[in-house]
């Protein structure tokens, strides 16, 4: 593999949708996917100066169409995001989605082909279309969600025999961390409980996430002295896969997001352009890792495979996100990055040191658990993340050292580790 | 068991075979290592040349967490939350699955994790429509 890109490519634009509930959230309340959808393209094209008539090829990603009901999804949105008579294709890679869309649109420009690619992901996964229907929509059970969304994961062996994504991605890896390090359970429990404050933290800054209640706030509203107690709580906060708790979990959302990608030196001079300047892709059926489950190899190649196409070493990085739909695995991901330090993460969640004001910020929009997860739109919202903090947009969230380098990995069930890495253009 | 027909599935075979209580493996004749359960081809080195072999059953149990209630699949709905392993098969393969035999509560599972690794057996657990692999501690 020569793992080179011929052109520089740039991400001219990115959009994002509220992430939210198409029943309750007051930003996407009556809407319908095509139009969740739209808001975000349009944003996506605004911030890079063009139209859908402007771009060659357009990448939707959509993965659970069993509540979407959209298959086909390139000509089915052609006429709401004005890309009728492009070059298109509907693909998935999960909830790496819309950053695997990057990479692909990469090659497809760096190949010669293609300029501009525009690339989408949509999600619904807290609602579903309802009987039928073209605009009235309902809930979805979360057994559905998972039901459905698990479809993803080895249908032959794993998930007829009892397998559990809270257990394999949450519990195991969190009691192989704590055994690998020494660390007691009960401090396990204390450091988790630091990532969801500082997730939550964010969250509350940022006007797009899905849940924007600090911790503490949550605490205070439902009685509890302090945000501790609410966090020991069976009610409020019960271990779905002990030692991990409900609330170092992704938490379901359903939204859309949006990037056009292009040659470097078409990247208008209206937008703000940031360079793609690698990626790597790795999967991996189950189990995930071997032994060690804090371990993942698909992982270290994806990164390894990102570090090299862009010549950037861990220690250039100023901005990390990495999939935290399970803090613990987030973190273990992060020290196999080599942004914290092996054995370190809990310790640095309890310094502050991941908060967008730390010396290590990640994850500044609050993360699977805060900002929500809309799986096939959720890496693309990553991304919008990393670059309105590259462009020093990100308001009151704004990491003080404005990032030079940002790298954003995500988990695409089941599994696949994608890495990108974004530097100033 | 009656004889495996020519078109029959090697998922159909491994769960016919833990009906039985037997662990249904292939082995390569290249790399001489295990795909369990098993495929078409070999998950380490991509080789078709692969031959049917059984398991001992026998494994230590690394790491034991629980699910989820209710259950993600219905198939379990009855059972959850029901403890979930990691495990080594004494073959040296990595496995995981439903743990019987240990309580699903932070205190049994804390016990568990101070203990430390812990010897497991094949213990076979029979839904309504499947035989399901599982574990349980040896002696
Ligand atoms: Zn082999």
């Not at chain 1, 890079?48 to 298959?71: E, F, I, K």
């Not at chain 1, 999804?73 to 709401?80: A, D, E, I, V």
């Not at chain 2, 491994?14 to 082995?27: F, M, S, T």
């Not at chain 2, 049994?108 to 309504?128: C, Y």
Request: hydrophobic share 40%.
């Amino acid at each position: 593999m020569r793992n080179r890109l011929r052109e520089r490519i740039a991400i001219a634009g990115v959009g994002c949708s509220r992430f939210g509930d198409l029943l309750e959230t007051p930003e996407l309340k009556g809407l319908s996917i095509q139009e969740m959808t739209a808001a975000a393209v349009k944003e996506a094209l605004d911030d890079a100066g063009m139209s859908g008539q402007d771009v060659d090829a357009v990448y939707v990603g959509n993965a659970m169409v069993h509540s979407s009901q959209l298959p086909a999804t390139y000509s089915q949105l052609s006429k709401w995001i004005g890309t009728e008579l492009r070059s298109g294709v509907h693909f998935e890679a999960q909830c790496s989605t819309t950053n695997v869309g990057a990479a692909m649109a990469a090659m497809a420009i760096a190949s010669g082909v293609h300029d501009k690619v525009l690339v989408v992901g949509l999600e619904t996964t807290r609602t579903r279309v309802k009987d039928l229907s073209p605009y009235e929509r309902e809930p979805i059970s979360h057994q559905m969600t998972w039901l459905w969304t698990d479809m993803a994961v080895n249908q032959a062996y794993q998930v007829p025999q009892g397998y559990d994504i809270f257990s394999t991605y949450n519990g195991i890896v969190a009691l192989g961390y704590c055994r690998k390090y020494g660390i007691g359970i009960d401090d396990f429990d204390r450091g988790m409980f630091e990532v969801c404050r500082t997730r939550r933290l964010h969250g509350s800054m940022t006007p797009k996430a899905n849940i924007q209640e600090t911790l503490e706030d949550e605490a205070r509203r439902k009685g509890y002295a302090d945000a501790f107690e609410l966090w020991r709580s069976d009610k409020d906060n019960p271990f779905v896969a002990w030692p991990s708790r409900l609330k170092s979990l992704v938490t379901t959302a359903d939204g859309a997001s949006a990037m056009v990608v292009t040659r470097a030196e078409l990247a208008g001079a209206r937008s703000q352009p940031v360079e793609l300047k690698g990626f790597g892709i790795c999967y991996r059926d189950l189990p995930w890792y071997d032994e060690d489950p804090t371990y993942w190899e698909g992982d270290r190649r994806s990164v390894d495979q990102a570090l090299d196409m862009s010549g950037i070493k861990p220690a250039d990085i100023g901005y990390l996100h990495t999939h935290d739909c399970s803090h613990i695995s987030g973190l273990c991901t992060a020290e196999l990055i080599g942004y914290i330090e092996p054995g370190k993460s809990l310790a640095y969640a309890r310094d502050g040191r991941l908060r967008f004001d730390g010396d290590r910020p990640m994850s500044t929009h609050g993360g699977r658990h805060a900002f929500g997860h809309a799986w096939a739109a959720s890496a693309g919202s990553d991304t919008y993340e990393a670059v309105t903090q590259m462009r020093g947009a990100a308001g009151a969230r704004q990491i003080p050292k404005r990032p030079d380098i940002a790298v954003i990995h995500t988990h695409g069930y089941a599994m696949v580790g994608t890495t990108l890495v974004l530097g100033g253009l | 068991m009656p004889q495996a027909q020519a078109n029959d599935s090697a998922i159909k075979i491994y769960y016919d075979g833990l009906r039985q209580g037997v662990l249904k493996a292939r082995k390569c004749r290249s790399c001489d290592r295990h795909t369990f359960p098993p495929t078409t081809c070999c998950e380490h080195c991509g080789s078709w040349d692969l031959d049917w072999v059984e398991l001992t059953g026998r494994g230590t149990l690394l790491f034991a967490t629980h699910n989820i209630s209710p259950a993600c699949h219905p198939r379990f709905e009855p059972i959850a939350p029901y403890v979930y392993g990691h495990l080594r098969l004494d073959e040296g393969i990595t496995v995981q699955a439903i743990i019987r035999g240990i309580e699903a509560t932070p205190e049994a599972l804390r016990a568990v994790f101070e203990r430390g690794p812990v010897p497991v057996v094949a213990d076979i657990l029979v839904m309504d429509d499947l035989p399901v692999l599982a574990f349980r501690p040896a002696g």
